[in-house]
């Protein structure tokens, strides 16, 4: 009865670390999504009752049609154990248009003795924005630098030149 008990708190810790995770959760076999958290639901802009409900077609044109073709030949290669598993990004689509960039871990398991596939999810649509905004930013001083009719050049810390415009080589 003691192992009982400890066997029941333990799944029970594990079930609340899940659920309340920030990072989305997701086990999906037989084609369809088995368990997930609430967090892979927001990130999907959906109820939990939907993500269980989603058929195949629905979640493949969550993925934006760019990145579709190479998420899923990604997912099918983790599934049948061709490719260790990595962390990925692709672009959702949402139901208002709006485009969300997700780094996810497709993870090959075993689950009551079958294979499924654990997919762990994260919101980086902030991230990707603001890497955006500094290689526009980038490009904007490089171009400013070029057009310059004054010499520019950058120096490391020991002195070298790791940068000159055009006026300058």
Do not use: C
Not at 31 to 37: L, M, S, T, Y
Not at 73 to 88: D, K
Not at 138 to 164: C, N, P
Request: aromatic content about 8%; hydrophobic content about 40%.
């Amino acid at each position: 009865e003691k192992l009982v008990d400890t066997i029941r708190e333990s799944e029970e810790a594990y079930q609340y670390l899940v659920e309340n995770s920030s990072q989305g959760l997701l086990l999906y076999q037989d084609n369809r999504v088995i368990k997930a958290n609430q967090a892979f639901a927001d990130l999907n802009d959906m109820t939990l009752p939907e993500l269980y409900n989603i058929t195949n077609e629905r979640l493949r044109l969550l993925i934006h049609p760019d990145d579709r073709e190479k998420t899923f030949a990604y997912i099918s290669e983790v599934g049948a154990g061709q490719v260790a598993s990595s962390r990925q990004e692709f672009r959702l689509l949402l139901g208002n248009g709006q485009i969300r960039w997700v780094e996810f871990t497709p993870i090959r398991i075993n689950f009551m003795g079958r294979p499924a596939l654990q997919i762990t999810a994260i919101d980086r649509t902030g991230r990707k924005h603001a890497e955006l905004a500094l290689a526009r930013s980038e490009e904007r001083y490089r171009a400013l630098a070029e057009a310059s009719q004054d010499m520019i050049y950058i120096l490391d810390a020991d002195g070298r030149v790791k940068y000159t415009n055009q006026y300058s080589a």
